[in-house]
């Protein structure tokens, strides 16, 4: 089944900053979600982007999809130390959805 | 409105042994799915059930399999349990009826298998 590729895996940032991941995939896709995971714990919806959306705002997210490119990236503006997570990016295709390997954001005080 | 409650939270089986996990769904949703998350594989899609009915279903062997009850609670089960079966077992609940829309997770089930 497709899957996301997650880009960088790892990113550490000092707060303030803007964070960018970005997430690749090979097949045709009903929407792209994107959830966060704090350590150990369950996954938090942040933003779903429908295949015929280009961009999407929520408060300090920001959403885009390129679907001739089949890539999509979430850039968290002013990040703050309580961003600190695993972000993952879901593709749906169908009654699914598959999950990437997900970016470890680390956001220093 | 409370959120998808798992349990147990944690629990410890040893090899060969079967386990069954339980999920309630949001109220109102009839859409439950179940991932399995380990270090090195990441979250793997195990099976999605609406209304009674597995829609979809992962590439996990049949040692794997869930069921869904009239009021939309879900259970998983995993039989002859091996080492490599230790994860967290996530339950998710939609409100969607065709396709996928947001999905609400639950805390998970963390297993250890010794």
């Known amino acids: 089944s497709q899957q996301g590729e997650e880009d960088p895996q790892a990113l550490s940032i000092q707060e303030g900053e803007n964070a960018t991941m970005n997430c690749s995939y090979k097949?045709?896709?009903?929407?792209l979600q994107w959830y966060r995971q704090n350590s150990g714990r369950g996954l938090v919806h942040l933003i779903l982007?429908?295949?015929?959306?280009r961009e999407k705002h929520s408060g300090r997210l920001r959403v885009t999809l390129d679907t001739s490119k089949k890539s999509s990236s979430l850039l968290i503006t002013a990040s703050r130390a309580a961003d600190t997570a695993s972000y993952f990016c879901?593709?749906?295709?169908?009654?699914?959805?598959?999950f990437g390997g997900g970016t470890r954001l680390m956001v220093k005080p | 409105k409370a959120g998808v409650t798992q349990t147990p939270r944690y629990l410890i089986k040893t090899r060969g042994q079967q386990v069954t996990l339980s999920c309630s769904p949001i109220?109102?949703?009839?859409?439950v799915s179940w991932y399995q998350q380990t270090p090195g594989q990441g979250l793997q899609f195990l099976f999605e059930?609406?209304?009674?009915?597995?829609?979809n279903k992962g590439n996990f062997p049949g040692r794997f399999s869930g069921r869904q009850f009239s009021n939309s609670r879900s259970e998983m089960n995993v039989s002859t349990l091996e080492l490599g079966d230790s994860a967290l077992y996530l339950c998710?609940?939609?409100?969607?009826?065709?396709?996928?829309?947001?999905?609400?997770f639950g805390e998970g089930s963390r297993l250890t298998v010794l």
């Open positions: 982007i429908r295949s015929n959306e």
């Open positions: 998710a609940s939609s409100l969607a009826t065709s396709g996928i829309g947001e999905l609400f």
């Open positions: 109220s109102g949703h009839r859409s």
């Open positions: 879901a593709l749906n295709a169908g009654n699914m959805l598959t």
């Open positions: 097949t045709s896709i009903n929407n």
């Open positions: 059930y609406f209304s009674e009915t597995q829609r």
